[in-house]
Structure formats: structure tokens, C-alpha cells
């Protein structure tokens, strides 16, 4: 028997292997060994489920976000945002890709929802290198565009990171550190 | 009257916004106001489409990385081919989303020829940055990854660079070198 959490996870594994229009309730009903009336009656939508799949890791986003203490230095909570950013990809892969690749295919008033959630994880990142711009630590000519370099460099990992590979995320995140600290720190 | 080049810049469009499993020969039929066998008489398949698209922005990348002068220092050619890079992206917006977002839905023996242009064009890169560790003026803890940083930084502004923002391509380009040379630049 299965619940409707495991559903929602090979449903994810699914989705982002083959994209959510490439994937039919029925490859999913398949794949569990059910017939679609028993899938039915634990998932209303293959929409609901994308939402359910995209909302989740936006929830993982935001709380590793929220985690970073606000008293430490810039640089410090920069530390952490890249490295609970590497963390959360890591160990929701299925479900960080899905967030990536598919979110755009949810109906306009939630495609809203994770847009408005997105901006509010990017404001993150965009406070912690304008406070650093202020107190002297960081440079940029445009703290949004700095923002959104780092992002996209954290962003794409889940495109060639493998958790089985022969790089582990906690080097993968120091190195991705000291390349994005040394892009924004301030000349002396 | 379409030509098939018309078709297939129909189609990249169509395949950026809905996704290559998103959008039917029908639907490109209705857009395009012709009958299936109109259509069908100018390309074989959607998958044919895909191919065309996804080898043409592989044709613009690697052309933009080709024409760096190789005698350049480090610096210049990482610049130029950062400013290449996101030159096809801009020029070729709906063939680049296609290239980065719909390429795996290619059949295995057509997907392994874009994996080795992918990879060859992966080696511009790298090698740039070898070379400016070996003449001192980068440093890496790994090349490797510091290129895939790189790489992930330019890869991802497809998703939301708009060629009709307030940011021009140029500003961009220009912002984006420097937060990468900096990230590279050897301590002094």
C-alpha cells in the first residue's frame, strides 16, 4: 500500500526525469503497480502533485534561508545561504529539478504563489550582499545583478551535480564559496 | 508560404514556452494555420525539430568560442568568451531555452552528440582557466569546478534575461566578466 507521500515522491522522480508534460498519470499508475481508480484515490491531479512536488522545495528553500542568523557578518550568512542553497539541491534533487524545470507549468494563480516565493528566497541573497556592499566587505556594480549571478551559479548545479559522484556537496559548497566571496569582495 | 526554416523558428518558440512535450504537431499546425499535411510535407517529425534547434544554438556556442583569438592572455579570452556566450543567448533566446531545457528529450544516439558538443565547447572554458592558473593569473582550487561555476553562472541567464529589459546584453556581459575575473583573479 502506499501513501500519498510516496506517491508524490515517484511522481517527482518521474517529473524530473521526464518532464512534467512528458509523464502521464498513467506511466505514474504504472510504475506503482496500481491501477489509475486506486491512484485517483490518493491524488486528485497530476497538477495537484506538481504543486505539492514545486511547493515543497520552495518550503526547503525558504527554511534554510530563514535558518542563517541575521547578527552574523555578510560574509558569514553568504556562507551559509550558498551552502543550505548546495544542501537543499543535494538532498532533494528529484524535487529541486522539478522546482527548476517544471514550476512554469503549474495554472497561472500558483505559477504566482512560487513566484512570489522565489522572489522573497532571492531577497535573501539580495539583503545580505547590499549589507555587505554598506558596510565595505563586498562590491558590486549592481547588487542585483550580483544577486542573480550567484543564484544562477547555485541554480544550475542541479543540471551536473550526481549526490553519487565523485564530488561531495559540502566541497562542492566550499568551493562554490570561495569563487562567489572572492567575485564580491571589496578591494583594499 | 513557410519555408521549413520559418517551421522550425516556429516551432523553437513554441518549444521554449510549452516545453517540447508541452507542444503537438498539432498545436504547431494551428499556430503556423496549415493542415498536418502541409506541415508534414516540409519536416518528418517534432523530434526532427528538436535535433535542428538544439545542434544550431550548439553550432552558435561553439562558433563564439572558436572565434577568441587563442593568443590572447587568460583574461581576454575568458572575457570574449563570456561575452560570446551571452551574445547566443540574447540573439538566439528561444533556441538557447530550448538547448538548455528540452536537449535531453533527444534519442539516446542524437543526445550523445550534443553531450560531446556540450563537452568540447566545456573545454574552451577549461582550458582558458588552466592556462591562467599555469601563468599565474587565476587560481582554482579545482579547474573542473570552477569551471562548471563559470559555466552555471551563463547558463542559467536564459531564464530570465529579456533582450527587452532595462539590463542590455552588453551591461550584463560586462557585469558578469567582472564578477568572474574577480572570482578567478590569483591573490597578489
Not at 2 to 28: C, P, Q, W
Not at 70 to 84: F, I, M, N, T, W
Not at 89 to 95: C, D, K, Q, T
Request: hydrophobic share 40%; charged share 25%; proline share 3%.
Amino acid at each position: 500500500m502506499y501513501t500519498k507521500t510516496d506517491i508524490v515522491n515517484i511522481a517527482g522522480k518521474l517529473f524530473s526525469e521526464r518532464g512534467y508534460h512528458g509523464t502521464s498519470m498513467r506511466d505514474l499508475a504504472k510504475v506503482l503497480a496500481v491501477r489509475g481508480a486506486t491512484l485517483y484515490s490518493h491524488v486528485e491531479s497530476k497538477e495537484e502533485m506538481l504543486w505539492e512536488i514545486v511547493n515543497r522545495a520552495a518550503d526547503e528553500f525558504l527554511a534554510a534561508a530563514a535558518a542563517v542568523p541575521q547578527d552574523s557578518s555578510p560574509e558569514e550568512r553568504l556562507r551559509l545561504l550558498v551552502h543550505g542553497h548546495l544542501d537543499v539541491i543535494a538532498r532533494e534533487l528529484p524535487y529541486a529539478t522539478v522546482f527548476f524545470h517544471e514550476w512554469q507549468f503549474l495554472e497561472p494563480s500558483l505559477r504566482e504563489q512560487i513566484k512570489e516565493r522565489r522572489d522573497a528566497y532571492e531577497q535573501h541573497f539580495r539583503r545580505v550582499i547590499e549589507d555587505g556592499i554598506e558596510q565595505g566587505c563586498f562590491q558590486a556594480e549592481d547588487a542585483r545583478v550580483a544577486t542573480l549571478f550567484v543564484l544562477s551559479a547555485l541554480n544550475w548545479t542541479y543540471q551536473w551535480f550526481r549526490p553519487d559522484g565523485s564530488l561531495t556537496i559540502e566541497q562542492l559548497a566550499e568551493q562554490y564559496n570561495a569563487l562567489i566571496q572572492r567575485s564580491l569582495k571589496a578591494d583594499i
